[in-house]
């Protein structure tokens, strides 16, 4: 079965800390891991998809990389305003998104 | 383009009421889906369409029905509600097969009571 697990489950960082959040997984054939951000009250919104070990892929302050067990989303100098919970998932044998818990993060200024 | 929409955003039914909660994309993407999301939980998957006519169960079809008419709407089905079925809906829609980002609506917090 796949399985997704993310660290930690919440972050409070203060403005211009960078740091890093874990997403480990557990599957049959990766076809693709994604990185959605959810902001309260809303849907999560699509930010990177990686297919294979060792790409990265960068967007403003956030780079995620991936790893054969692992992907990380590392956050240089965050600012408030990317504060919001980090949603890691992933696409198997079984082709359908399964989805870890979240990482809650909380940028102080 | 509004993406996917959802309504109602909120609301509370009675246990053993029905309701549907509605879902539409303009993005003429042939995938969509519906989730749950629980506190701690995680999304979990509910139902699932590849196309017009065409669904199928996800993690956790118990206690909903949809059906897939158009393109565009993609309706979820609650029969006789139970306090188990309280949680934030998001529909989902994706335009291609397998690896493809999923577009997310802004949710439905259902309550049963």
Redesign the interface.
Known sequence: EDQVTQSPEALRLQEGESSSLNCSYTVSGLRGLFWYRQDPGKGPEFLFTLYSAGEEKEKERLKATLTKKESFLHITAPKPEDSATYLCALIGGAQKLVFGQGTRLTINP | NAG?TQTPKFRILKIGQSMTLQCTQDMNHNYM?WYRQDP??????IY?SVGAGITDK??VPNGYNVSRSTTEDFPLRLELAAPSQTSVY?C?SSPGT??S???????TRLTVT
């Open positions: 996917v889906y701690g939980m995680g999304l979990k998957l699932y996800g993690e998001f989902a397998g690896v980002e999923q577009y997310f609506g802004p949710g």
